[in-house]
Structure formats: structure tokens, C-alpha cells
């Protein structure tokens, strides 16, 4: 089975801030890389599928690349309604997910 | 608009079993696969069940194989997951969620989740 790892597990970043989390796949998963946002107390929301296509609606300040192995989900001006727990998932033929990345504001 | 309300969480005996439900609307329910997921307390999302759109083909994660059953009634936009010999740590709030129609174990659509704690 293909194994999801994030970095970091948690991260505290001030109003304005770029913020990288990055997510690597145990093996080649092409482009089949999502990534949803938990707010606390919410359920998941998709922000990006197909490693860097947004999703509706997502504010144009998250942003998603890589292929292959190794993804990482920016976000170029941290707001304070960022504030939520990030998943990456590996989809297309079985599903696994990182075991989130807590943001924080400062 | 597009919804998934699921119910039949509660607190249970390790052992016993238990059914939740997951109503749909909104949508053409009857052409999506639809999957189960869950979150244990403080924890991350863990895949569990999916079905396909049509109900002929079903998948389990290696942690609940053999114990659950993940079904649908396409005439009642429902889906369903019969869960037996419960045990604790299939303590979670356990989320149904819907599959992007072309891209598989994609979830474009979640529902707002429902709780089961296994528990003497």
C-alpha cells in the first residue's frame, strides 16, 4: 500500500505569511494528489485535486504543484481563516491520506 | 443543493453492531461511488468502505474487512454501513462522502458526519 507523509505536523505562521506543507508518496502517484482543508469542528472541504488544479471556489491564494512522489500545497498570504488542519490524499485507485499538517496563526 | 446527512451513530458495546445511514440529495445519487471515511478523536481521516455507483462492486480497508458491509438503495438515495463486532477502535465520527464523477476515490461532497463510540 502507498504511504502519505506530511511535513510538517504543525506549523505557526503569522498574518501574511507564505506557507509551504509538502506531502510525499512511498511510491510514484503521477498527479493523483489532492488536498482538503479541516477547519476545526467542520467537515473536510476539497481545495485542490489533480496536484494543482483548484478547486470552485477556493480563494486563489492556495496554490498546489508537484508529480511523481513529492507535492506541496503554498499558501502565498496566510489569512486568519486559514486556520485549519490540511490532509493530502492519494486517489485514483485506493485512497490514503497524510496524517495532517495543523496551521496556526501566531 | 447538493447534500449528505448521515445518521445511526451512537454509543454501542464492543461486539454489538451497528447501522448508519447517509441520505442524499441534491444530485443524481444513483451515478456516483460513494465511500465511507472516518476520524477518530484527535486524529487523522482513515478510508473505510466504498461502493460503486451501481452497487455490484465494494472495497473495505484491511481494518474493517470481514466486519462491515457497505450497501446503497439507489431508489431511496441512500447509503448504508452495517457495522458488526464492534470494537473500540472503531471509535470515530464516520463521514460518508461522494466521489467526483471520472476521478475515483476523489470526495467532492462530504457529509456533516455522525459519531459512534464503542464502549462497556
Known amino acids: 500500500d502507498i504511504q502519505m507523509t506530511q511535513s510538517p505536523s504543525s506549523l505557526s505562521a503569522s498574518v501574511g505569511d507564505r506557507i509551504t506543507i509538502t506531502c510525499r508518496a512511498s511510491?510514484?502517484?503521477?498527479?493523483?494528489l489532492a488536498w482538503y482543508q479541516q477547519k476545526p469542528g467542520k467537515v473536510p472541504k476539497l481545495l485542490i485535486y489533480a496536484a494543482s488544479t483548484l478547486q470552485s471556489g477556493v480563494p486563489s491564494r492556495f496554490s498546489g504543484s508537484g508529480s511523481g512522489t513529492d507535492f506541496t500545497l503554498t499558501i502565498s498570504s496566510l489569512q486568519p481563516e486559514d486556520v485549519a488542519t490540511y490532509y493530502c490524499?492519494?486517489?485514483?485507485?485506493?485512497?490514503?491520506f497524510g496524517q495532517g499538517t495543523k496551521l496556526e496563526i501566531k | 443543493q447538493v447534500e449528505l446527512v448521515e445518521s445511526g451513530g451512537g454509543v454501542v458495546q464492543p461486539g454489538r453492531s451497528l447501522r448508519l445511514s447517509c441520505a442524499a440529495s441534491?444530485?443524481?445519487?444513483?451515478?456516483?461511488?460513494m465511500h465511507w471515511v472516518r476520524q477518530a478523536p484527535g486524529k487523522g481521516l482513515e478510508w473505510v468502505a466504498v461502493?460503486?455507483?451501481?452497487?455490484?462492486?465494494?472495497f473495505y480497508a484491511d481494518s474493517v474487512k470481514g466486519r462491515f458491509t457497505v450497501s446503497r438503495d439507489n431508489s431511496k438515495n441512500t447509503l448504508y454501513l452495517q457495522m458488526n463486532s464492534l470494537r473500540a477502535e472503531d471509535t470515530a465520527v464516520y463521514y460518508c462522502?461522494?466521489?467526483?464523477?471520472?476521478?475515483?476515490?476523489?470526495?467532492?461532497?462530504w457529509g456533516q458526519g455522525t459519531t459512534v463510540t464503542v464502549s462497556s
Open positions: 490524499q492519494k486517489y485514483n485507485s485506493a485512497s490514503a
Open positions: 461502493i460503486s455507483y451501481n452497487g455490484r462492486a465494494q
Open positions: 511510491q510514484g502517484i503521477s498527479n493523483y
Open positions: 441534491g444530485f443524481t445519487f444513483s451515478s456516483c461511488g
Open positions: 462522502a461522494r466521489e467526483v464523477r471520472n476521478s475515483e476515490w476523489l470526495y467532492d461532497v
